[in-house]
């Protein structure tokens, strides 16, 4: 008897929701943070999707939103003309660096130094957080619009994407490396550094490429126009999502569809796995993230398997946080704050 997916579903936003990033495991687990065109990124528990805090500040859409790999810092993108650094663990604004235009992309180097930012001026810039007066090194060559910048080869080179055109640059030199065109417009860009792959989507097409030298492993074409994919960690499966309104998982080596079904109102803007591969969260047009397992039935995070002789049923707990939170928990308050109440739906 097969199991239905049960996402869960994180409700808060009030617009669409268009990109969401994972932290690494930390000693509190592993968290997940969401840029919408409300303006007001939000901070949850990633194994449950429980919001901590939002990050008040903006102006205007938030394009794009990353955390550092231990979670400690956040950095944001919008349409107010400013990418913006956040102290993720009380939620105070660190920095705000001025652009010229809206910004689209952020992240963070591994070492959380210096943040790499992308947007509608066409520019790359690389800033010295711990000299944020500072002007940032500036990188031109694209010739539209930049939609994701992300570092890559363990902070060596830089990935990003234009309207047709992936790019790879050499961070010493600062120079472009190679470019490649792509047959229509680029959606997502994801960067998995085990392995050194870089995945693309365009159309109906999520492409797999060398991240560094951008030569092509192999594609896939799905049955709607793609907005997001992401790789499994292992790199046993991959997740896409678009047009649609439905989730794609695909067998990564054969390219075979494993399962697909809808759960959101709306097009799907945004996918990633989560750092240990149990889950992915998405975002929606709907204004709505949702977490999916996996491994459907598996007992994990808020989801837990009940098994009564030959029949089972898969339920998940809802850890409901203080409603007074308004800003991110303090480290202390990520370990001392408990659920007001516990209900669970079957």
């Known amino acids: 008897m097969a199991m239905r997916q049960t996402p869960l579903t994180c409700s808060g936003h009030t617009r669409p929701v268009v990109d969401l990033a994972f932290s690494d495991i930390t000693p509190y687990g592993y968290f997940l943070i969401s840029a919408c065109k409300d303006g007001k990124p939000m901070l949850r528990q990633g194994d449950t999707g429980d919001w901590i805090g939002t990050f008040l500040g903006h102006k205007g859409a938030v394009w794009g939103a990353t955390l550092n790999r231990d979670a400690t810092k956040a950095a944001t993108a919008a349409a107010d003309f400013t990418a913006k650094v956040w102290d993720a663990v009380s939620g105070d604004e660190l920095i705000t660096l001025a652009h010229k235009h809206i910004v689209k992309s952020v992240d963070f180097t591994e070492d959380s130094n210096y943040l790499l930012t992308g947007g509608q001026d066409k520019l790359l810039r690389i800033y010295d ?43 010493n030199t600062m120079t472009e490396v190679k470019a490649i065109n792509v047959a229509m417009s680029v959606s997502s860009m994801e960067y998995v550094p085990e392995g050194e792959i870089l995945v693309v989507t365009y159309g109906r097409t999520i492409a797999f490429h060398s991240a560094e030298t951008l030569e092509q492993i192999k594609s896939f074409d799905a049955p ?27 067998d990564y080596n054969t390219g075979e569809e494993l399962e697909s ?18 889950l992915y969260a998405s975002g929606s047009e709907d204004g ?59």
């Open 129 to 171: 957080l711990s000299k944020p007066e500072a002007e940032p090194q500036v990188v031109s060559g694209h010739t539209s619009g930049i939609k994701k910048a992300l570092w890559s080869s363990d902070d060596k080179q830089i990935l990003s994407a234009d309207d047709k055109t992936v790019r790879l640059w050499d961070r």
């Open 224 to 250: 709607a126009t793609v907005n997001s994919a992401s790789l499994h960690p292992e790199k046993e499966f991959l997740v896409a999502g678009g047009e649609d309104f439905k989730l794609y998982k695909y």
């Open 261 to 278: 079904y809808k759960g959101h109102f709306g097009p799907i803007h945004c996918v990633r796995f989560s750092p240990d591969g149990e």
């Open 288 to 346: 709505t993230l949702r977490l999916w397992q996996t491994t459907v039935g598996k007992t994990y995070g808020l989801w837990k398997c009940v098994v009564p002789g030959k029949n089972f049923v898969c339920i998940f707990v809802k850890l409901q946080l203080h409603p007074n939170l308004s800003k991110s928990c303090t480290t202390s308050c990520r370990l001392k704050v408990r659920p007001a109440r516990v209900t669970s739906f079957l």
